[in-house]
Every structure is written in C-alpha cells, then in structure tokens.
C-alpha cells in the first residue's frame, strides 16, 4: 500500500507556456501532500505543503503566483507552473502523508516529473 | 550552517564491506529522522526511520540517532553493488508539529564488485 503516482513523468514545453503536474495516492487518503524540486546535482527542496481544502503553504522564496497548487480532493494535488522558463526546468517531485499531520508520519513520494523549458 | 548537513562523497566501499553514512542537524527540537534512498533520475524511497536514542536494525540497515551529539547515521552490511546510489538524510522540521521534512544534500555511495 502507499503508492503515489505523478502525471506526466516528463514534460516539454516551450517558454511561456504552462505545465500542470498531478499528484495522486492511488490507496490511501492523503491528508497532505508536499512539493518538491530537485536540480541536479542537489537536494530536494520543499516547495509548498498542500492540504485538502485548504490553500497551499508556500515555502520562503516560492511564488505562489508562479506555481499554483490545488488539492481538491483526498487523492489529488495539481501543480501548474505558470509561465514556464528555462530556469524552471527540473525534477518535481510530490509526496503524501496519511497521517495526522504531525511529525509522525511517513512521506510517500510519487515518481517525480521532469520538466524541461525550451 | 546548513539545517542538515551530509558528506557528498563519494563514498566508495568494496562488495561485502559495511557502508557508514553520517548526518548532522541543526534543530534541536526535531524528533523525526529519516534516510532515503535515491537512484539517479528516481525519487527517493525511504529505507529507514527512527525518533528514539540508539540503534534501529532492518536488515542490513541500521540507524543510529543521538540527539544530544545532534547526529544520525546509517549502515549498511554486506553492502552489494545494488546499494550504489544517493542516500538522502531527512529531518522533520518544526519540532515535529508538522510534517515538513529537511532533506541534506545526499551522500553519493559507490559499491565496488
């Protein structure tokens, strides 16, 4: 159990187009679901903590405007990066928790899309 | 200071040998730690978690926490090729109100056959 799935798993587009990512745990009901980036060569960093219902928490540095985060049910978050450049280009990753919320829980990453901007 | 601090590597041991990873945190107050597993282009997958003082064992992965020193490891026994990859350690931010995680930046490991 715990599978989380990512759609698409790469993506090309040209610059100033938008991307939507989606985020779905395919066997549990995830109370939160995170988003993370990954350049290469680098950590992961945490994007944003999305929890359903509600509006996403951005992390210090992300614009909210610029990467738009729904969570509309239990099982699915989307992530559209909105006027995609090439420094956007990298590894996105989601993950899901099932838990309470607090820091007990286990993260179960999706897949990961690799987002490539021309 | 970096939150979570790792060694990049590489770190290369032969087939068989015990593969020692090391991470540092800055918070005090985290309660949760966990080490992940990365193939290069894959996410991560986690190996291990621990939240209490001392040795954790699966396998032939034990975690090692003492968070007086603010310090928590990972080995590996009778490390095989397969093992080679990026081992990520995470830390729950906040205190553990959430479950936001840190990650370091990784250890790159390199089995050698």
């Known amino acids: 159990g715990a599978v989380v799935s990512q759609h698409p798993s790469w993506v090309i587009c040209k610059s100033g187009t938008s991307v939507k990512i989606e985020c779905r745990s395919l066997?549990?009901?995830?109370?939160?679901m995170f988003w993370y980036r990954q350049f290469p060569k680098q950590s992961l960093m945490l994007m944003a903590t999305s929890n359903e219902g509600s509006k996403a928490t951005y992390e210090q540095g992300v614009e909210k405007d610029k990467f738009l985060i729904n969570h509309a049910s239990l099982t699915l978050s989307t992530l559209t990066v909105t006027s995609a450049h090439p420094e956007d280009s990298s590894f996105y990753i989601c993950?899901?928790?099932?838990?309470?919320?607090?820091?007990?829980?286990?993260?179960?990453f999706g897949p990961g899309t690799r987002l490539t901007v021309l | 200071q970096k939150e979570v601090e790792q060694n990049s590597g590489p770190l290369s041991v032969p087939e068989g040998a015990i593969a020692s990873l090391n991470c540092t945190y800055s918070?005090?107050?985290?309660?949760?730690f966990f080490w992940y597993r990365q193939y290069s282009g894959k996410s991560p997958e986690l190996i291990m978690f621990i939240y209490s003082n001392g040795d954790k064992e699966d396998g032939r992965f034990t975690a090692q926490l003492n968070k007086a020193s603010q310090y928590v490891s990972l080995l590996i026994r009778d490390s095989q090729p397969s093992d080679s990859a990026t081992y990520l350690c995470a830390v729950n931010r906040d205190g553990g109100a959430t479950n936001k995680l840190i990650f370091g930046t990784g250890t790159l490991l390199a089995v050698q056959p």
């Open positions: 066997d549990f009901q995830a109370t939160t």
């Open positions: 993950s899901a928790t099932r838990g309470t919320g607090k820091g007990d829980n286990e993260q179960f």
């Open positions: 918070d005090r107050g985290s309660q949760s």
